[in-house]
């Protein structure tokens, strides 16, 4: 089965750094794009980051400078490293890979299940 698991959530104080990993399995499809979400109690879970196969990022305004992300496309995993955290990162994050079936030109999306992330003094 489709399986995207995240790590690396937990408690860190702010200004701290946490680093999130997100490893993918049993996606039959080339994976395009893969990327992070977050998603506040009581608000819309939003983009983080993403990056291409090829290297492309791209970020959330909120956190340029300070999250950095990075895949390796043989392992299929995806990284998230986050510095200078605040309050307001306090989130889970979902983990996402998009993939696409280049026989049928159909594209499709996969999520985690979630890690908690919680900035706090």
């Known amino acids: 089965q489709v399986q995207l698991v995240e790590s690396g959530g937990g408690l860190v104080q702010p200004g701290g750094s946490l680093r999130l990993s997100c490893a993918a399995s049993?996606?039959?499809?080339?994976?395009?794009?893969m990327g992070w979400y977050r998603q506040a109690p009581g608000k819309e879970r939003e983009l983080v980051a993403s990056?291409?196969?090829?290297?492309?990022?791209n970020y959330a305004d909120s956190v340029k400078g300070r999250f950095t992300i990075s895949r390796d496309n043989a392992k299929k995993m995806v990284y998230l490293q986050m510095s200078s955290l605040k309050t307001e990162d306090t989130a889970v994050y979902y983990c996402?890979?998009?993939?696409?079936?280049?026989?049928?030109?159909?594209?499709?999306?996969?999520w985690g299940q979630g890690t908690q992330v919680t900035v706090s003094s």
């Open positions: 049993g996606i039959k499809f080339s994976i395009n794009t």
């Open positions: 996402n890979a998009r993939a696409k079936d280049s026989d049928f030109d159909e594209w499709y999306d996969y």
């Open positions: 990056i291409t196969s090829s290297g492309w990022r």
